[in-house]
């Protein structure tokens, strides 16, 4: 018998932003601030304190890191009033909920220390990515394929060493509330995949594995950072993306399948999960999808 060997689907989403490199002057600290996604902090050079609202305070320094989860109310500062600091920071989201409830569970909001494999994997990436970005050499593509490769070994790092570390602070969550919340985010994810966008609410799927919404709303945040709501939305989105990327189907018949009442609403929608409309969505896909042949024509799908 020949050979075979099957790959895997893979269906990935990557979500990488406001990353930076910077050193700050003695006294400098940053304003109260949350965000809908996970933050890495690595400090480089010098002494950071960050306050987690309400919770603990962490002062920590050079080759230390902090993943501050989705949703947290937080403060960074300098923590010497006259001595520079240097850390570079990024903000990520994935769609690996897995992976996102493991961050959550076991090392989030909690100082990682520099001796330990997360932290120095994390300062690795970080470096690694300020130097993609300086690079003048790599166009913009390549330096973002190089950074997109950089963060995705993290993962895979944190993958290997999250068993093995110990949180402080103990683990965030049940088994059972990680188990129900993996089932609201599967009926979620299959539901909108049949193009059931339209046809079902959260209380729906509560009512469905037998729980209240309200515990359902409270678990499924705790384990995953984000609110079932904000899940349901991004879940549109990459099913709209999807939709508007495939040529046989118009912004009407997307509009339609998302469930909208209008394609105007839907338009509106997109924009604020996009930044763009969906027309202009189609054309910069349509642009991607042609390829230049002999006769300059021709599409490959």
């Known amino acids: 018998m020949k050979r075979f060997v099957s790959l895997p689907v893979v269906d990935s989403s990557l979500y990488l932003f406001g990353g930076h490199m910077r050193t700050v002057p003695g006294g400098w600290q940053f304003f109260e601030q949350k965000h809908q996604a996970f933050e890495l902090m690595c400090v480089i050079d010098g002494r950071q304190t960050t306050e987690i609202k309400n919770l603990v305070t962490y002062d920590y320094g050079a080759g230390d890191a902090i993943i501050i989860s989705p949703g947290t109310l937080h403060t960074n500062q300098n923590s010497s009033a006259d001595q520079d600091m240097t850390y570079i920071c990024f903000h990520f989201n994935i769609e690996n909920l897995a992976l996102k409830s493991e961050i959550i569970g076991k090392i989030a909001n909690t100082v990682i220390p520099a001796d330990q494999p997360i932290a120095q994997s994390a300062v690795r990436t970080a470096k690694k990515m300020v130097a993609y970005s300086a690079n003048k050499k790599l166009s913009k593509e390549q330096a973002n394929l190089k950074i997109q490769i950089a963060v995705l070994n993290f993962f895979y790092d944190l993958t290997e060493n999250l068993q093995n570390y110990e949180s402080r602070n103990g683990k965030k969550y049940t088994e ?68 508007l990327g495939s040529p046989e189907y118009s912004i009407e018949d997307v509009a339609d399948l998302m469930g909208a009442s209008s394609v105007s609403n839907f338009s509106k929608q997109f924009k604020k999960w996009a930044g763009t409309t969906p027309s202009k969505y189609q054309r910069q896909m349509k642009q991607k999808r042609r390829v230049r042949t002999v006769k300059e024509s021709g599409y490959f799908e």
Request: glycine share 8%; net charge positive; proline share 1%.
């Open 176 to 243: 059972s509330e990680a188990k129900t919340s993996r089932q609201i985010a599967t009926m979620i994810k299959e539901r909108i995949e049949r193009d059931e966008a339209v046809n079902f609410t959260f209380g729906d799927i509560c009512q469905k594995i037998g729980i209240s919404s309200g515990y359902g709303h409270r678990t499924f945040k705790k384990v995953y950072g984000v609110t079932p709501l904000h899940y349901i939305e991004s879940q549109k989105y990459n099913k709209a993306k999807m939709l």
